[in-house]
């Protein structure tokens, strides 16, 4: 490991590590535009030059300059103050100087880097140049003007999200960003790019003028438009939740953010239930809280009572209503609301047991029935590294675009009897060998699919290579807490009353009892409810949820719930008293104690641990798969349905229907 001085610091650093990154282990700041530690090199910018002896008498782009031994490095000298403030000025020189009405204000590089390094003044008065705008899409909002062509944008394009939609054309000063033939970025990452803009050129286009950073109050939780459990902050003011940007955690999504996480948020003020309303003459109307439960109330039941859990819900909403399902003499329980019905006996044999972060490692990977890049867009960013590294993909499923090369087999899942040779001699030769089944196959092939296990060689010391990929954020959570009926959701139709919690993917056509939908949007579930009770959204409350692969995270509350709306959990503490069966907690806090002392994996941080024992399920498979469970990437939930930044990007990147804007 090569070690070196720093402004007289000694630090050794990994083999392979750049100047920049001594540097920074010597805790010294080195400026920079272009660099990112999550992209390629592209040294562009410049500004991150230093002095290291030996070496040219000029400074170098520490970014781009390996780290070597006896090594000097001075980040402090006047050669490179002077060369600093030379770089920064040539960086200014087209630059529109438009502070006051930009985006980024508050929370630009540019501005931060310009203060601390710049000259303070500018020795240009010559005409500026300009750009025109350029068009890619209901997400991005350009102000090329104030591009400095650092490519950060064009690199996450390519490297990351594996569209390469956004380049460069036209040399020198007249090199300019655009995306391909000015059409929409296709992407379900695009977002991102907004982040990594260090300077105003590519700005959010929903939130455009909406707020000035300081004007926020910042809230962290967790994202639940997936189930990879994102961690996230919620920027909000007042009562309004404006922005959601992604925080950093490496086990989980890095520092990314898909679309659906990002924007949103103005589906969280619209379309919202904010009072009561209970079903007469074919319609609903609204009511008082007290009406509501005394429509309840008169129902005769005979314990016939289930719960049906939405994919949004978090743990202590669920938790609440089975210990008032369970008082009221019922025992069924579902939040599979599409009719998936697996076994789930061991929840290993349904867990991601490689990690969302070990799954980078895979070295031969097998995807079976799953579109990963709608499915789990953060997941399917690592294993778009793994392919980087040499991993071998294959897949069983209709053909589609996942952004890396795919051997595709077929869409029989017979085949999972008999695999190909090449697979299996793959796998046989793998040190970290990969199988991920989509829900696809989970109907009708999860035995099949656990078959694999051992000939394929999938578990063995220091990894377990079976992974199931969830889709909806409350799935772990809910079965781990026993949200799952042998025989799935068909056994619950029946049901004299249900409580659907936020269930807006049920076929309640078959649903022939009392139906209260306890949620926070009038979709398809409250449509179909005999009695309305408003709910609090995942930013109106802190909450518990189990991502993908087990991991147990908490959110907390950005703003309150609208109206007459409660927190879930209240609400069934409240209908249990007004039922005679008074649950045994009146606080968030007693609730969770609760809860822990039912399910003692919910109450640490982390991954549950899941021991491996499969179950023994038939291990025939026949049929194809014909297509991928999410249809529209976009439009998901019903809170991406009361969105117009979903619809939007609905209607133009999955149904190609054009804006005029874009024509423009």
């Keep these: 490991m090569p070690k070196l001085k720093v402004d007289g ?41 230093v002095e290291v002896k030996p070496g040219p008498p000029k400074p170098q782009a520490s970014c781009a300059l390996p780290a070597a031994d006896n090594q000097e490095v001075f980040t402090t000298t006047p050669m490179v103050k002077h060369a600093r403030e030379g770089i920064m000025e040539f960086l200014l020189i087209n630059h529109p100087l438009d502070c006051p009405i930009c985006d980024q204000g508050g929370e630009c590089d540019l501005q931060d880097q310009s203060l601390a390094y710049g000259r303070g003044h500018s020795r240009y008065d010559e005409n500026k140049r300009a750009v025109t705008e350029k068009y890619m899409g209901p997400i991005v909002k350009t102000i090329m003007t104030r591009c400095i062509q650092c490519t950060r944008c064009v690199r996450f394009a390519e490297e990351i999200a594996g569209v390469e939609e956004i380049g460069a054309i036209g040399r020198g000063e007249d090199m300019q960003i655009t995306s391909y033939l000015e059409r929409a970025v296709s992407s379900e990452l695009s ?26 109050r910042k809230t962290l939780t967790i994202d639940v438009q997936d189930a990879v459990g994102t961690n996230i902050r919620l920027d909000s003011r007042g009562r309004q939740v404006l922005r959601c940007v992604p925080r950093i955690n490496e086990d989980v999504n890095e520092e990314w953010a898909h679309d659906k996480t990002r924007h949103h948020v103005d589906g969280l003020v619209r379309r919202r239930l904010d009072r009561p309303y209970v079903r007469s003459g074919g319609k609903l109307h609204e009511a008082t809280w007290d009406e509501a439960f005394a429509a309840i109330g008169a129902v005769e039941h005979g314990g016939s009572v289930a719960a049906v859990a939405g994919d949004l819900v978090d743990c202590e909403t669920m938790f609440a209503a089975k210990r008032l ?40 990977i097998l995807l079976i029935g799953t579109n990963l890049r709608w499915e789990a867009p953060l997941v399917n960013t690592r294993v778009k590294k793994a392919v980087k590294r040499g991993a071998k993909v294959w897949a069983i499923g ?116 009392f139906k209260v939908y306890v949620g926070h949007h009038g979709d398809r579930g409250a449509g179909a409810a005999d009695v309305v009770l408003p709910g609090a959204a995942y930013s109106e409350k802190g909450g518990t949820w189990v991502n993908l692969e087990g991991r147990v995270q908490r959110g907390e509350r950005a703003v309150f719930p609208p109206g007459d709306a409660r927190e879930d959990w209240s609400i069934f503490r ?41 179950p023994a399920l038939d291990t025939a498979a026949q049929g194809r798969i014909e297509g991928y469970p999410v249809k529209d990437f976009y439009l998901t939930n019903a809170i991406c349905r009361a969105s117009p930044t979903m619809q939007r990007c609905s209607q133009e990147l999955i149904h190609g229907e054009a804006f005029a804007e874009a024509a423009e």
């Excluded at 920074?24 to 080195?30: K, W």
């Excluded at 019922?330 to 929840?347: A, P, V």
């Excluded at 595709?408 to 190909?420: I, N």
Aim: hydrophobic share 45%.
């Design 325 to 364: 399902v369970q008082a009221l003499g019922g025992s069924l329980f579902e939040g599979r609301q599409t009719g998936m019905d697996y076994d789930t006996s061991s929840l290993a044999a349904v867990n991601f047991n490689t990690t969302i972060a070990g799954a980078e490692r895979a070295d031969a």
């Design 398 to 513: 209709p053909e589609t675009e996942l952004t890396y090369k795919v051997d595709w087999l077929g869409d029989d899942v017979a085949m999972l009897g008999s695999l190909p040779e090449a697979v299996t001699d793959a796998f046989g030769k793998a040190e970290r060998p990969m199988v991920i089944v989509g829900g696809a196959a989970m109907k009708g092939a999860h035995g099949a699919t656990l078959a694999l296990a051992e000939p394929l060689k999938l578990v063995r010391e220091g990894w377990n290579g079976f992974n199931v990929v969830h889709m909806v954020a409350s799935r772990m959570g809910g079965l781990m807490l026993g949200y799952a009926a042998k025989g799935g959701i068909a056994e619950l139709a029946d049901a004299k009353l249900a409580f659907c919690l936020g269930a807006d993917e049920v076929d309640y056509s078959r649903f022939n009892g």
């Design 574 to 614: 409240a209908l249990s008293e007004r039922l005679g069966v008074t649950l045994p907690f009146d606080s968030l806090a007693g609730l969770r104690d609760a809860m822990y002392a039912d399910v003692p994996a919910l109450r640490d941080l982390g991954l549950a641990r899941f021991d491996w024992s499969p």
């Design 191 to 216: 977002g991102n790019v907004v982040d990594l803009c260090p300077v105003g050129a590519l700005t959010s286009k929903p939130y455009q003028y909406e707020a000035r950073p300081w004007e926020l």
């Design 9 to 49: 610091v000694e630090v050794e650093v990994p083999v392979g590590a750049t100047v920049l990154q001594a540097c920074e282990a010597a805790g010294r700041e080195i400026p920079r535009f272009c660099y990112h530690e999550r992209l390629s090199i592209a040294g562009n910018c410049r500004m991150c030059l």
